[in-house]
Structure formats: structure tokens, C-alpha cells
């Protein structure tokens, strides 16, 4: 099993870790709390050790809460990140800002401490950036968190390039976390040089385009409840054109006798010595799958023809609402 090293510190991890979002919510009902602590009990034995969650994922912080129970007396073995900053009503579950202040900051640990059992967070993001407050103050407030023990070390999510490289005047940022995969590609111009340059490991969610670069669009539809309807490309004709370009990861598959989800795998962490991804599924089966992406090697010519795919996606990754919050 690969394993590299979280930037600015001295942990080694499986390059491949687990988005743990969609056991609680977003892509339709939560997994029934049996079948998810299986699972996640499963994945250590198959070894994983970075486990990606976040305050807003779920009702009440549900997920988290999950990872708490499943974890509490596996705690030596595993790798706990989560994130804080964008706030939600808790009866509603509605979003209603993000807040990046050192007041959210300490309020959010605390409860991220207590849902997850444990007495430190491995690694802490800064979920979305708060165009409020200026990001060496939020990163400050996190500082202080490292320097009391309860965070081992910190990260940004969906942030630019500029927002990366303030903040790391002010503390060491050990990862960046934002989408990428053989559709998205956006984050290449800016932020993975700013990774680079002051040593920030990248952290890829959705490697596998929220699930269609994986080919099973094809045959499903999606569930009721499940939010990537209301993203635009999974919408009308986008829809209809990005699963066609699959058919270009499916015929490279074919040819190394893998699964379209092992190649957009091996593709993301092909990128360089600096990337580690997070994976998300509720099944067992495709958590073997996805670690089989170890496995494959892409030829210069596959690369080359993975590469040109981004360029002819249709539609923006998130709604008009979520496409305002990135690259913060």
C-alpha cells in the first residue's frame, strides 16, 4: 500500500483515505448506523487510516458523531480529519453563513472533540473561507488550537492561491483540501502551485466526479434527496454529454483488465508525490475497488488521453451558491 507524507509534518498515510460525507448525508438517506460502523471498522482492517469528515455533514453533525462511536476504542489506528466554518441551523439543517472567527473556531473544536471522542484532532480545516475575516486571523485562532494539543496540525479547504500563501505566513498548512479529478482540473492553475510552494500536501475529494467518472450513471438514476441533481452537471444535456465522455475512461479500463473508478483513482494520485485523495462510498465493494487503483499504472499515452477529457466537461461542479464559496 502507497503511502506518502502529510505536508509540513511527519505522518505518513495511505494515499488513498475515505470521504466519510456520504454515510450521513447528501447523496440520499443516512446508511443505517450498523451497516456504516461496519463499514468503517472494515476499511481499517483493509488499511485505511484517514478518515475525512466535518461539522456539516448531517444533522447535528451526525457524521461525526458516527466516526466518534465507530472509532472510540480504535483510536491508535486511524487518522480523524474534519473541518468547521460554514454554520447551519440544527433543526433545520439549513446553511446559513460561514463564520471564521476565533469565537466559531474554538466553539466548533470543542464540539468536534466531544462528537468524535477524542482529546485531538489530527488534522483541521478551515472548511470554505470567510470573506469577513481576514484568513491570518482564522488561521491564528487554529495556531492557538495546535499550540494547546487539540489539533495536530491545519488546512484549507477550496481556498486560492493567495489565500494559501497568507496563511502560511502565519502557520505551517499541511493540506489543502479541494475538488480534482480527470473532470476538474480548475485547481492546476493556481492552487496546486501555492501547495507546492509552501509545502501543503493536496487532498482530493471527489476524485471520481461525485460518482460518474466510475461509469454506474449509466445504468442508475439518482436517488431522491440526493444534492449532485442540483448541480449542473448533472443536469439536462451536461448530463447526458459528461456521462458520454466516460465511455473514454471505460475503453482505457478495458485495456488494463480495471474498473473506470481504479483508473480516475490511479489518475489522481499519478499527479505527484504531493497528492493524497478521499474517496467517498457506503458499499464495501467499492472500497476494495478503489484501493485496487494502487494497482494501475497509466501509460504516457493513457495519460494523455485522461488529460484531455476536463476541457470538454459541460457545467460548473456546484450551483451558482456553491461555485460563490470556493476558491475563497
Known amino acids: 500500500m502507497q503511502k506518502r507524507t502529510l505536508g509540513n509534518s511527519q505522518r505518513e498515510l495511505p494515499t488513498i483515505g475515505l470521504g466519510c460525507m456520504g454515510l450521513s448525508e447528501f447523496y440520499g438517506p443516512p ?23 466535518a461539522e456539516m455533514y448531517g444533522l447535528r453533525s451526525a457524521n461525526e458523531s458516527l466516526l466518534g462511536e465507530a472509532f472510540e476504542d480504535r483510536r491508535d489506528r486511524i487518522f480523524i480529519a474534519t473541518k ?52 491570518e486571523e482564522t488561521v491564528a485562532a487554529m495556531a492557538e488550537l495546535v499550540a ?5 496540525a491545519i488546512g484549507l479547504s477550496e481556498a486560492s492561491g493567495d489565500t494559501i500563501r497568507r496563511a502560511a505566513e502565519i502557520h505551517p498548512i499541511s493540506a489543502v483540501q479541494s475538488e480534482y479529478s480527470i473532470f476538474s482540473r480548475d485547481i492546476e492553475a493556481e492552487v496546486i502551485p501555492a501547495c507546492l510552494e509552501v509545502g501543503a500536501s493536496l487532498v482530493a475529494y471527489s476524485p471520481l466526479g461525485r460518482g460518474m ?36 475512461i471505460e475503453a482505457v479500463a478495458s485495456t488494463k483488465s480495471c474498473t473506470p473508478a481504479q483508473v480516475a483513482l490511479a489518475w489522481v494520485i499519478g499527479r505527484g508525490e504531493h497528492v493524497m485523495t478521499i474517496p467517498g462510498t457506503t458499499k464495501l465493494e467499492n472500497l ?15 495519460q494523455a488521453t485522461l488529460d484531455a477529457l476536463a476541457d470538454r466537461v459541460m457545467g460548473d461542479r456546484y450551483d451558482e451558491g456553491g461555485m460563490a464559496i470556493i476558491n475563497g
Open 31 to 53: 446508511t443505517e448506523q450498523i451497516a456504516a460502523i461496519k463499514l468503517l471498522h472494515e476499511a481499517i482492517e483493509l488499511g485505511v487510516e484517514h478518515f475525512d469528515t
Open 84 to 135: 468547521f466554518g460554514p454554520i447551519r441551523d440544527l433543526e433545520t439543517g439549513e446553511f446559513t453563513g460561514i463564520n471564521g472567527s476565533r469565537e466559531n473556531c474554538r466553539r466548533a473544536v470543542e464540539g468536534s472533540l466531544q462528537r468524535l471522542r477524542t482529546d485531538v484532532i489530527d488534522l483541521y480545516y478551515l472548511h470554505r473561507v470567510d470573506p469577513t475575516i481576514p484568513i
Open 148 to 152: 494547546e494539543g487539540k489539533v495536530r
Open 213 to 248: 467518472l466510475s461509469g454506474r450513471f449509466k445504468t442508475e438514476t439518482l436517488r431522491e434527496g440526493d444534492y449532485r441533481s442540483m448541480t449542473p452537471r448533472y443536469q439536462g444535456e451536461a448530463y447526458a454529454a459528461n456521462v458520454a465522455l466516460v465511455d473514454e
Open 288 to 302: 476494495k475497488s478503489n484501493l485496487g487503483a494502487y494497482e494501475v499504472q497509466l501509460s504516457d499515452d493513457e
